[in-house]
């Protein structure tokens, strides 16, 4: 029963068991569940973050438990960290814009949140890389998306910084 949880939490209820491209669909999956949190039940922004990072602590444990007795210490079907990366730049894109916003902009910028997490995560920039080579373990399956979520952060201040 336990590990038929823990299976469940870091193949995100199964996504990460889809044959082709399991972690877009995680994060795709991600994208519009936060987007229902927040502007179909109204979420605080800040409560999902604090609920992001205890996430980013089970995972911790939970990752390593499934990897245990693998010899890929990073497989596919582990997508909680896809997870938790995509919704580190949309939890602060909404405290950051926190005052009612019209629907296609707010679509718009998930969208591009959404791209970039993933160009990101694919092409494994430094220190996502240095994460995902260095660490054969949950700390470096979970970080490098970490990393990719606070590029895409990162990426829209110096757009916001740009554009004002």
Do not use: W
Not at 68 to 77: A, F, G, V
Not at 86 to 98: F, K, M, R, T, W
Not at 119 to 134: E, M, T
């Amino acid at each position: 029963m336990v590990n038929k949880i823990n299976f469940l939490f870091v193949t995100l209820f199964g996504i990460g068991k889809i044959n082709k491209i399991p972690g877009s669909f995680a994060s795709l999956a991600t994208t519009i569940f936060l987007f229902f949190l927040f502007h179909i039940l109204n979420f605080s922004p800040n409560i999902v973050l604090f609920s992001i990072i205890i996430i980013f602590f089970i995972s911790l444990y939970a990752v390593n438990i499934f990897i245990k007795n693998l010899t890929n210490k990073d497989p596919k079907e582990v997508v909680i960290d896809e997870f938790i990366g995509q919704s580190i730049p949309i939890c602060l894109y909404e405290i950051a814009h926190n005052m009612p916003k019209e629907t296609d902009q707010v679509l718009t910028s998930y969208f591009i949140i959404f791209i970039l997490f993933r160009i990101f995560d694919i092409v494994k920039p430094y220190p996502v890389s240095y994460y995902d080579k260095n660490f054969k373990n949950s700390f470096g399956v979970i970080m490098d998306d970490v990393c990719a979520g606070l590029y895409v952060v990162a990426i829209l201040v110096l757009y916001m910084i740009i554009t004002t």
